[in-house]
């Protein structure tokens, strides 16, 4: 799907970026090593308290690599998909400059057993990735906003669950829905980080939806260094990945 489809600019939806093996291996990894929780200040619930939300980032697998808990080849699966997401993004949208992962995160999102089969609250509300939504209909490039976001990526990993359907919005609160993606294994949608791309994640009612979500920057100062440290680590230098992660 292309702009025309999606009812927007600079956004794809895009097939056959994982294989069913990929998804399998990659939902097994998260299942037994997720932490819950957001990943950035440890908010056990941070976006629906009707929802479990855990994951895994590169530098979690990194050190389970390194302390021998999880497989190097899931490693290498996490890296290579992640890295595999970034070419496509860079083709769909003919980038000249170097573009840097930002942040990665391999998260799931799990419908609690008490929580309504009628929730019409959302998983994830309506937001833009590099600035704050504000009363008067403004999105600011401001803290504590990811100003220095350029584009962002999701990677679905599985369907088997109700409700999470993601949608671009045309407003902050959800009623305006331009277009909505229904996620299964290897499907991703790829779009630029501002106002222009405003999304959001409708309720997981029943069951766990899992995905990768990658966000990118053109700012060095702000590229992900636990990715850099989890190449070392396959490398076979992992005393050199081990003092990087743990300076």
């Not at 399998?24 to 037994?32: C, P, Q, R």
């Not at 400059?97 to 309506?126: G, I, Q």
């Not at 009612?205 to 700012?219: E, I, P, S």
Request: with cysteine.
């Amino acid at each position: 799907m292309d702009e025309k489809d999606l009812n927007g600019t600079k956004r794809f939806v895009s097939d056959g970026l994982a294989t069913e093996n990929d998804c399998k291996s990659l939902l097994e990894m998260v299942t037994l090593f997720a932490q819950q929780g957001d990943g950035y200040k440890g908010h056990m619930s941070p976006h629906t308290e009707m929802e479990k939300f855990e994951g895994l980032t590169v530098g979690r697998a990194a050190l389970l690599v390194y302390f021998g808990f999880l497989d190097r080849k899931a490693l290498e699966l996490y890296l290579k998909i992640t890295e595999n997401a970034k070419q496509h993004l860079e083709e769909q949208f003919n980038l000249k400059r170097k573009l840097y992962f930002n942040y990665t995160h391999l998260v799931c999102r799990s419908a609690l057993p008490n929580s309504p089969s009628n929730r019409t609250d959302f998983s994830h509300a309506v937001h833009a990735d590099n600035c704050n939504l504000i009363s008067n209909g403004l999105c600011e490039k401001l803290p504590p906003a990811y100003t220095w976001r350029d584009y962002s990526a999701i990677l679905y990993l599985n369907h088997d669950f109700k409700g999470g359907e993601f949608i671009f919005s045309g407003d902050f609160d959800g009623n305006v829905v331009q277009s909505s993606i229904r996620p299964k294994c290897g499907r991703m949608v790829g779009f630029s980080s501002g106002a222009e791309n405003l999304h959001g994640v409708r309720a997981v009612k029943q069951g766990t939806r899992c995905a990768v979500a990658l966000w990118f920057t053109f700012d060095k100062k702000h590229a992900e260094t636990d990715r850099n440290v989890a190449f070392e680590l396959i490398e076979e230098d992992p005393f050199k990945a081990l003092a990087e992660l743990l300076s």
